[in-house]
Structures are given as structure tokens and as C-alpha cells.
């Protein structure tokens, strides 16, 4: 296949999104993706998506997700035509912050409030629209059906690190670039194919526990789903709960546990995840849909990252990471397809300084800017993972968790007082949907001395339901 410029391995959101966006900066993008169906956009595409198409190599691909208003950000304005599709297909318009205006302590909608606006879609739906734009853009070719398995590799750019030109897929095809970027998920072959190839390994840590989701989702009995909840993920002492939108009247609900909890493990059964959600108030009235899903199981999502530039020198050459491929994240709030996004624009950033060619200082600069933009919050989310962890595993020992991390502290203090007060919960909603850092948004004047003003504690601390209530809710007292 002569003329390309780049190969991207894996053509789910963000492998499309890194072609699209690559594409922009007039190159030729081949994306590889080992599953073999297509799908056809046309009348009724949702419907179609969500009932037909099959992505055996995506196992989350039927699980909740949400796109939080940053991903819908970049969307619109780096991939409109990804936005039409998603808008044709009837993805879900919401605000992030609506479900709290009506709550008294935060006084209805203010100017400004639009920022928290997102469109999402349940994801064989959100990927229908993306295959749509993909397949719609000059210089993006998709070659589904086509599995890589091996690397090939040219003369060194740097000393003793491997220089990736190419790929074999599956079939003994090889196919060369001056660019292949990994875009295959937390679980890509990539990692293991580069060990293959001798030179230094890259960095990689991986956190020693995960969390286990049970999910199910609903639709309402006249398209209409319930109102829309305060706030999206309520955290107990062992349980935590996320209510997610989805478009055409359906809504996903998900208990989160510890890996580590097993006691919680009947939550499978459909019976018993009806009576666990039966004692968590804030799902109260939302599991009298149409339930279209039985109880959905994600285990094992433990967060990882890799990084390929060590002391300032790549470890390989012409090879880049990008989203999960690069760094896996703690998926129950939801910035795994906006960190995704994000890192894919940045990546069209950096080609778009260097060239596709300069391969180590296209390594070199993605780096910077990956460090800059997306790193910080994978490593927010490993040191809140820490600390849950620690927690849940106090609680199932019968003892409170303590910790002298003021960051712990205050995080657990803004989340307690968000919905007691307007700014409080504006500056939670700027971090969790990534419009805006922690040390920015938390750095206005007086906000801090609000969180002790509405009662905010250093500890989770629910009014209900406590462990042994929903241990006694799913008969593992």
C-alpha cells in the first residue's frame, strides 16, 4: 500500500479520531482493525447499531459510557462532522449540572452554565456515527478484518532503540508508514509486540487492584428516561453508584465495587443487583424501565500507563501511544473517551509542528504535550484510586478509613458540599469534566471556605445505605 503516511492500529473512537484528525493535516491515514464487521450508516442507525453490530474485540462494547463535555468540545471543534453524526443519529443533548437547578442551595440555571453541555450516545451508536464520518473523510482508509501481529522495523533513529516502519497484519501482509500509532485500547497487542524487538522497554506501572462494575441499562416505557439525577456518581462505603444518559430514552445504572470485595460478587445475578439498587436511594424509580440489558459485568479494569520517552530519549522511534493504549484510567467517571479525544488532538497538534517524519522529535514534542494535557489527570485518578481502595477495604475490616493527604481530605470535603452550594458545584463539574484543573478551578476566592460553611466532612459519609445494609439487601450478611 504505497503513499501512506500513517497506519493507525485499532478503529474504534479514538483510533478514527486520530485518523481524522492526522488526515486534517493532509497525510494518508490507514486504519487496521482486527474485528471484521463493518457498519452501515442509514435509516434507523441507532437502532441498528445497538441490535446488530458485533465488536468481539471490544468487550466494554455494550457497557455504559458517557462523553463528557470536554470529548464533545473537541468534537466540534476539531471533527464537526463526527458532531453531525452523532446529532443525525439522535445522541443525547444534556448538561452535566442541569439535574442540580432545581435542587434550592443551588438556585437554578446561571449564565455560563452551557459550558457543562455534552452530547453522548450509547457507545455501538457513538461508534456507528464515528465509522460514518471516518468513512466521510478524504485520506481515511479503514481495512477492517486485518489483525497486526508483527513490527517491522528500519535503521535506528537513536542508538540502540528500534526504528518502527511498518506492520504484518495477521495474513503475512507487510504494510510501511513513516508513522504507526497505537490505538488499540487498554488491551492492544502493541506493548507486547514492541517487547519483541529488544532495546529498553518503556515504563509502565499498573495499579495492583481494580474495580468491578455491574450495569444495566433501560429504557423508558414511552421513550421518556427519569429526570436527571443531581449529580452522576454518588459514592457509599463499599458501593459506589453512576447514573448515565443515553440517547433514545435510555439510561444506564452501575454499581462499582472492589476487586477485592467479595462479598459483593452475587451482584451478577440479576435478583440480587435489583434488591442492592432497591436500598440505594439515589436510584430509587430508576430501575422501572424497560430493562434492554440483564447485568453486565466489566472486572479487571485496573489503571495502567506506559511511558516511551525515558529521561528525555524515546525508547522507540516512528511507534506512538495514544489513549487507552497509552494510559488505562478508573472508568466509573467517565474521562477515558475525553482524555482519549484529547490526547488524539494533540497528536494532530504535534504532527502538525514536526511532520510525520521526524520521528524523535515528534516523540519528544507528543511527550511534552501528553505530560502537559492529559497526564495530570491519570494521575488524579491513580491517587484517588489509592486512597478507595484503602477505604473500602478499612470499611470491610469494620474500621474507618484515615489519612493525613489533605488532597483525600479536600476532595472528599467538595464532593460532601457540592449540592449546598452553586459554586462549589460549578468548580466540581469544571474538574470532573475536564474543562479545568483542580488547582484553577478550587483557587477562587472564598470557595474553599464554603466547603466548611455547608457541613462538607473529611470522609465519605452517606445518610444510607451502610455496608451491612446492602451486604443484608443481597443476602451476604
Not at 174 to 188: H, K
Request: some cysteine.
Amino acid at each position: 500500500m504505497p503513499g501512506q503516511d500513517v497506519i493507525v492500529i485499532g478503529a474504534g473512537p479514538i483510533g478514527l479520531a486520530t485518523a481524522m484528525s492526522l488526515a486534517g493535516e493532509g497525510l494518508g491515514v490507514t486504519v487496521l482493525e482486527r474485528d471484521g464487521e463493518d457498519f452501515a450508516a442509514g435509516p434507523d442507525a441507532a437502532a441498528r447499531a445497538w441490535r446488530e453490530w458485533r465488536r468481539p474485540g471490544v468487550s466494554q462494547f455494550r457497557q455504559p459510557h458517557i462523553l463528557l463535555p470536554a470529548g464533545t468540545a473537541v468534537l466540534r471543534a476539531r471533527l464537526p462532522r463526527v458532531t453531525a453524526e452523532l446529532e443525525e443519529s439522535g445522541a443525547l443533548r444534556c448538561n452535566i449540572v442541569a439535574g442540580a437547578w432545581g435542587l434550592p442551595e443551588i438556585g437554578g440555571r446561571r449564565p455560563g452554565d452551557e459550558r457543562y453541555d455534552t452530547l453522548t450516545a450509547r457507545r455501538p451508536v457513538l461508534e456507528a456515527a464515528f465509522a460514518a464520518a471516518a468513512a466521510a473523510t478524504p485520506g481515511v482508509s479503514v481495512r477492517r478484518n486485518t489483525e497486526v501481529t508483527g513490527l517491522l522495523t528500519g535503521t535506528e533513529r537513536i542508538t540502540g532503540r528500534p526504528h518502527v516502519t511498518g506492520v504484518v497484519t495477521r495474513d503475512g501482509e507487510e504494510l510501511r508508514a513513516s508513522l504507526i500509532v497505537d490505538a488499540g485500547g487498554r488491551n492492544s497487542p502493541v506493548g507486547a509486540l514492541l517487547a519483541r524487538l529488544g532495546g529498553p522497554p518503556p515504563v509502565s506501572e499498573r495499579a495492583e487492584a481494580g474495580f468491578v462494575y455491574y450495569a444495566r441499562t433501560f429504557r423508558g416505557a414511552d421513550g421518556t428516561p427519569p429526570a436527571q439525577a443531581a449529580w452522576p456518581l454518588v459514592h457509599h462505603e463499599t458501593v459506589s453508584t453512576i447514573v448515565i444518559p443515553g440517547d433514545h430514552g435510555t439510561w444506564s445504572l452501575c454499581l462499582v465495587v472492589s476487586g477485592r470485595d467479595h462479598a459483593l460478587k452475587a451482584l451478577r445475578d440479576t435478583a440480587v443487583w435489583q434488591r442492592a439498587a432497591a436500598v440505594l436511594p439515589e436510584l430509587a424509580g430508576r430501575t422501572d424501565g424497560e430493562p434492554i440489558t440483564g447485568v453486565q459485568v466489566m472486572a479487571g479494569l485496573h489503571s495502567r500507563i506506559r511511558r516511551t520517552v525515558v529521561e528525555g530519549r524515546p525508547v522507540v522511534t516512528g511507534l506512538l501511544h495514544v489513549g487507552d493504549a497509552w494510559a488505562a484510567t478508573d472508568p466509573q467517571f467517565g474521562l477515558g473517551l475525553s482524555m482519549g479525544l484529547a490526547h488524539a488532538a494533540s497528536l494532530g497538534d504535534a504532527v502538525a509542528k514536526t511532520g510525520p517524519q521526524d520521528t524523535v522529535e515528534l516523540a519528544l514534542r507528543f511527550d511534552e504535550i501528553t505530560e502537559q494535557t492529559v497526564a495530570p489527570v491519570h494521575r488524579r485518578l491513580r491517587e484517588w484510586d489509592r486512597h478507595r481502595f484503602a477505604e473500602i477495604d478499612a470499611a470491610i475490616a469494620g474500621r474507618r478509613y484515615e489519612t493525613d493527604d489533605p488532597g483525600w481530605n479536600l476532595t472528599n470535603a467538595l464532593d460532601q458540599a457540592k449540592l449546598s452550594d452553586p459554586d462549589v458545584l460549578r468548580a466540581m463539574a469544571g474538574v470532573a469534566c475536564m474543562l479545568d484543573t483542580p488547582e484553577h478551578a478550587f483557587a477562587a476566592p472564598g470557595l474553599l471556605d464554603k466547603v466548611g460553611a455547608t457541613g462538607g466532612g473529611t470522609a465519605w459519609s452517606r445518610p444510607a445505605p451502610t455496608r451491612a445494609e446492602v451486604l443484608a439487601a443481597v443476602g451476604a450478611a
